[in-house]
């Protein structure tokens, strides 16, 4: 038995958009920019993509626009803006997603000046703490909706109602929360939001950023002018068709998932806590992501036990996806504050739709095995 638990890394996308996304490469391969009837049936398929993903985040279609993923889609919205000033300042959270923070870091060497909001110990930040950050020269807030290591969840409304009126623009990178939270434009008040395909059982190497009408923003590729000029290159239609159909699965059935995700998860908890002490959770448990937990565990170092779950079948990560392997202790775990003994036993668990009760009751059996192997070695 092999047991997925690393949901928040990549998702398992579903058969229909593995399906329609085989259609399209073998029926409808035309270029959308086309006049003729190949580029408008391809036209027709990006139009439906754009509505489907404007559905799901209450947007209007044209506010959408197809990226290669969530980290372009970051990126267009902090140098996107920035570009359209020589100076400013930018305020955002010290455990967003690497795209973001370098992102920052290459505008603090253009000469912009960058916030850096620290989180308090359950891993949010407050909108007071955006209040008292802001400057007559700000230009943007970008805080991530949840975040994908401790699945904390920001309050991204009350931000957005803080800004409201004040011309600083208000970006939220919600890879994370799309399909395990409501994730409307609307309420949360975002000018900017990042989307990826694979986070929501979609392709890889696709995503979305909804940019509102009105919002000026500079494109970082330049060329053929797709995507109303603000991102050139011919479209990646069969991950936009995958994307599109993975959009609008999510809109009818997050609710339902994200219970499912829940679930699995406090079952997987409840379960581990009856059989083994010294374990931690890492960021608070109150407004956290479905499905995610954090864990250390006293006296294991988390690259051993990864190696075991892994060879017993069940697949969680260190850090986050993009950064494990690096070797380098966890930015967000760091910002929590943990001593180093818990950084270097933290292993992420994300739990999601597909994830049964029995699946989490086999998965906490094998971490108590496998912790207390590793601390009988000792
Ligand atoms: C919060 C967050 N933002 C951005 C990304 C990057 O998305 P992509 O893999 O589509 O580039 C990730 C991926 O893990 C993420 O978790």
Redesign the pocket.
């Known amino acids: 038995m092999r047991i997925y638990l690393d949901n928040?890394?990549?998702t398992c996308p579903y058969p229909d958009v593995v399906a329609a996304m085989s259609e399209n490469m073998l029926e409808n391969w035309g270029n959308p920019s086309g006049i003729h009837s190949f580029g408008r049936d391809a036209y027709d398929a990006l139009r439906c993509s754009r509505e489907q993903v404007g559905t799901l985040l209450n947007a209007d279609p044209d506010e959408i626009y197809f990226t290669?993923?969530?980290?372009?889609a970051?990126n267009i919205a902090l140098r996107g803006v920035a570009q359209r000033f020589e100076r400013g300042h930018i305020i955002t959270s010290s455990i967003?997603?690497h795209?973001?923070l370098e992102s920052c870091r290459w505008l603090e060497q253009q000469g912009f000046s960058v916030t850096y909001l620290p989180p308090d110990a359950d891993g949010r930040v407050s909108c007071g703490q955006v209040a008292a950050a802001l400057r007559p020269d700000t230009l943007l807030v970008s805080i991530?909706h949840?975040?994908?290591e401790i699945g904390s969840m920001q309050p991204i409304a009350e931000i957005g109602r803080l800004l409201a009126g004040s011309g600083v623009l208000l970006h939220t990178?919600a890879?994370?929360s799309v399909g395990k939270a409501e994730v409307d434009v609307q309420k949360l008040g975002v000018d900017m939001l990042?989307l990826?395909?694979?986070?929501i059982n979609g392709p890889?190497?696709v995503?979305a950023l909804f940019v509102r009408h009105g919002a000026d923003i500079e494109p970082l590729l330049r060329g053929g002018g797709q995507e109303r000029g603000l991102r050139s290159g011919t479209e990646n239609m069969p991950g936009i068709v995958g994307l599109g159909v993975a959009a609008g699965l999510t809109h009818q059935r997050w609710q339902q998932q994200a219970a499912q995700a829940r679930l699995a998860c406090s079952t997987f908890w409840q379960d581990l806590q009856g059989r083994l002490d010294g374990v931690t959770v890492n960021g608070g448990m109150e407004d956290r992501l479905a499905g995610n937990l954090n864990l250390s565990f006293a006296g294991v170092e988390s690259t051993s036990l990864l190696l075991l779950l892994d060879m017993a079948g069940v697949a969680v990560s260190a850090a986050?996806?993009?950064s494990s392997g690096s070797g380098a202790p966890s930015h967000v775990l760091q910002a929590l504050g943990l001593d180093e003994q818990r950084l270097r036993s933290a292993v992420r668990l994300s739990f999601g739709w597909q994830n049964t009760v029995t699946e989490a009751h086999a998965a906490a059996e094998i971490f108590a095995d496998k912790v207390s192997l590793l601390r009988a070695a000792e």
């Open positions: 928040s890394a990549t290669s993923g969530g980290t372009e970051d967003e997603h795209a973001v991530m949840a975040n994908n990178d890879v994370q990042t990826s395909g694979h986070k890889k190497g995503g986050s996806a993009c």
